[in-house]
């Protein structure tokens, strides 16, 4: 069996972890799809923009290996691959059903996703409720879980921060932080969180890192402060693997805060 990708996925989230888990618990952000030229499929879009949701089905690109056991991050132990929508398959195909915004000669927009930035589109199929919908399914392992999501908040401060960043290369942080903390945010072995005192943990987003405030009671998390990840000795060396120190040094001068003020004792 031999497919050809029809065309490509455009977004800003670049990196596995930008992703949301599902497309429709994504935290905003939208996506172009641009099929390829020469191959008439403008007149294969015609009559789609009639639908509100489309099937999208394309390739797991970044995947290089499948497992038979893997740990969803609701679940807290490991269940069969075919009982999750885990990326690591052995036909490395995702299926994901979301928002048709508009059709636009070669151009596909849709709303919230859980694709990445150069996934190759293998089919666009149409979403029909009579067809695709069967709301009182069984869920199998969902259904008896019973830990409810956490409310994620951003103080004032920090959605400033937040703004700033995504105007400057950071485009995928908010989505990132929400869906990150909503379910099973203190998962050590899941995601990159520490604790920092006993209402305060601390989660990284590459090379930054973010301060939030935990409320056991309400299951309730504030996001209260973003901060780089360098030190300052770090940050003034010659060195920059990822390209972004510039970006580093002008959030410090912007928001007054010294790289690595928090976790470096400063």
Known sequence: MVFEPIGIFQCAAQYPYDA??????????????????GCNYEQALQDLAGFSR?????????????????????????????????PYRPNPIGLSCVQLCSVQGRRVYVGAHDLLDGTPILDIKPYIPYADSFPDAGCGWLDVLEEEAWQVEFSESAQQQVDWLEQHGAGCIQAFLVQQLRDRPFDTRKKRVSVLDDTTWEIAYRTW??????????????????????????????????????VHKAFCQRFGDRAGEINNGA
Do not use: C
């Open 20 to 37: 949301a888990r599902q497309a429709e618990v994504a935290a905003g952000g939208e996506g172009m799809i641009e099929l390829n030229p």
């Open 209 to 246: 890192r973010i301060a939030f405030q935990v409320n056991e009671a309400l299951r309730y998390l504030t996001v209260d402060k973003l901060y780089s990840g360098y030190t300052l000795s770090e940050l003034e060396a010659e060195e920059d693997p990822y390209q972004d120190k510039a």
């Open 54 to 86: 489309i099937w999208l089905i394309y390739l797991f690109d970044r995947n290089t290996h499948w497992k038979p056991l893997t740990r969803p991050p609701r679940s807290p132990h490991k269940v069969g691959l075919f009982a999750s929508r885990a």
